[in-house]
């Protein structure tokens, strides 16, 4: 990892349930909600979205979803930084936990 390079993750356990968190991590209209350094998202192709964070600065993202596995990976392809954001859901004995791992540069 270079000097540039930022990693971390956090995690959270809730009683929803996994269908449930599923619908709020899959919706690029509700990031602003939970990601206080993202202030506007708009669509500008199928998965490509302009973002407009908090800071100045903005750049573009790729979402992918992957409903199987139960994560959602933002991909920042331009912009003040580059690198993926990935949140997924687990079962935690009976408990459903997320989980959103950050590597930028």
């Known amino acids: 990892m270079g000097l540039r390079d930022v990693s971390f993750s956090c995690e959270e356990k809730t009683e929803a349930k996994p269908e449930e968190v599923w619908a709020v991590i899959s919706s690029w209209e509700r990031i602003t909600e939970f990601w ?33 596995g139960m994560s959602v990976t ?16 687990t079962d935690d004995h009976g408990a459903t936990r997320l989980k959103t791992e950050w590597n930028v540069k």
């Open 74 to 89: 933002e991909e920042y392809l331009s912009g003040p930084f580059k690198g993926t954001k990935v949140t997924s859901i």
């Open 36 to 68: 206080k350094g993202t202030r506007e998202v708009s669509k500008v192709g199928e998965d490509i979205f302009q973002v407009r964070f908090a800071f100045p600065g903005t750049g573009k993202m790729k979402i992918i979803k992957d409903k199987p």
